[in-house]
């Protein structure tokens, strides 16, 4: 397409320069008002020209943003209207930093990127990409990673449909994932995962269209790759950022309240219809389902095979043998806040406030509530109350943390989400 139109527009141009050569010739023999008719023609076919070149070079641009459908192994439906201007990229090891979140540490890994996003930041999951990693070099990084990846094997092979804890996701972001919704499993032409909306944030604030996205986490079916894909979501159900949310003296009241305003948000997010996401979830979902992976990594990416997806508890796998968990420094069941977080004098939102945790701060776990949405805990200067557990990453496993039944008073039921019309995306 590109060879013909340059051979379109040489032949053009030479077309255009006789004629600017046939009309001066013209004017040195025709009266003043014929001269004056003509020369009038000379900026118009300029013009022409120049309009013709501009389209060449739209047309060549055009071309060279084309996806081909598949890089390096892995492919995508070349036809999808999500993949104009997808890149195809190898993406060298990103070594660990001593920072929370390790700084984005990966192993060399397989990149596509979105539209004018050709750039995207490891650690912006507002930032469209798509990441295939070697699961045997990502356990070999950090302990913490290969917890995460098995986790993700357990999630998609139990499928749970309730959350009260983070859905596994690489890489690793130091903040909060502040909320889970629209979950659901899809598989894709060699595997299977898991997709959700959230907001990732380092305080509390409003879930806005500056914050939310779109993710898919999921495992080859061989279980030697893990599959990373976030694209930014908006809505005009949600404001675009929190200044059109919140007001100075606000902000007090947001806080005390914040247990209460995420159960309304989430309400929000669970009941609209797929189409009134941009994109749409069932164009993202389709895009998913295409994705074929078989990368083409460096040897050393590749030597060790992973665990097989869907492997059941007791079942031989290939899965290396779990590291030592390291001796906590903060009591059994040391955790740390994720955000700004209220501790309550009991497992409810109705129950007064004893303190505020800062983010970061560490705290020990001691019990959970029965439904497990609460935790138990004791901060560093001896106060004992509950917080709500999604802010609150332990760091180490908490299946035996003792389980405390308070009765009937945890998470009260939420409020009815705003009256819309919710009409799934098939499937949904």
Avoid at 205 to 224: E, H, K, S, V
Avoid at 286 to 297: G, I, N
């Amino acid at each position: 397409m590109t060879d013909v139109l340059v051979s379109l527009s040489s032949a053009w141009r030479r077309f255009l320069l006789c004629l600017v050569a046939v009309l001066a010739v013209s004017l040195a023999g025709c009266d003043r008002d014929t001269q004056r008719r003509l020369a009038t023609l000379v900026p118009e076919i300029k013009k022409a020209q120049e309009r013709a070149e501009a389209e060449q070079k739209a047309q060549a641009r055009e071309d060279a943003y084309r996806f081909s459908g598949s890089f390096a192994g892995v492919s995508l439906r070349a036809d999808h209207p999500l993949v104009f201007k997808t890149r195809g990229k190898l993406m060298p090891a990103i070594p660990k930093a001593p920072e929370a979140g390790f700084g984005g540490a990966a192993p060399a890994h397989v990149l596509f990127t979105f539209g004018a996003y050709q750039q995207p930041y490891i650690l912006s999951a507002r930032d469209p990409q798509l990441r295939v990693f070697s699961v045997s070099a990502y356990r070999r990084i950090d302990l913490a990673f290969a917890r995460i990846i098995d986790e993700l094997n357990r999630v998609l092979t139990e499928r749970p449909v309730e959350f009260t804890s983070d859905i596994p996701v690489l890489p690793l972001f130091n903040a909060a994932q502040i909320f889970r919704a629209r979950v659901r499993y899809l598989s894709f032409q060699n595997g299977i995962g898991i997709r959700f909306i959230s907001a990732y944030v380092d305080e509390l604030m409003p879930i806005t269209n500056d914050n939310l996205f779109y993710t898919f986490q999921g495992l080859t079916a061989d279980g030697r790759h893990y599959v990373s894909f976030f694209y930014p979501l908006k809505t005009a159900a949600l404001p675009d950022n929190a200044g059109h949310t919140l007001a100075a003296q606000d902000i007090d009241a947001f806080i005390r309240d914040f247990d209460r305003y995420l159960i309304d948000a989430v309400n929000l997010v669970e009941g609209l219809p797929a189409d009134q996401f941009t994109p749409d979830l069932a164009a993202l979902d389709d895009l998913v389902a295409s994705l074929q992976v078989a990368p083409s990594l460096p040897i050393d990416e590749q030597s060790a095979p992973g665990a097989r997806v869907g492997a059941r508890t007791g079942e031989a796998t290939d899965t290396p043998a779990p590291l030592p968990t390291p001796e906590p420094t903060l009591g059994l069941w040391p955790a740390r806040a994720t955000v700004v977080l209220n501790v309550r004098a009991g497992p409810s939102l109705n129950d007064r406030i004893l303190t505020v945790l800062r983010q970061g701060e560490q705290v020990e776990l001691v019990g959970r509530s029965v439904d497990g949405n609460w935790f138990r805990l004791r901060t560093s200067y001896g106060i004992i109350g509950w917080s709500y557990a999604r802010f609150l990453r332990p760091y180490v496993l908490i299946d035996k943390l003792p389980v405390l039944d308070v009765g009937p008073t945890s998470t009260p039921p939420p409020r009815p989400p705003v009256p819309l019309t919710p009409t799934a995306a098939p499937g949904e």
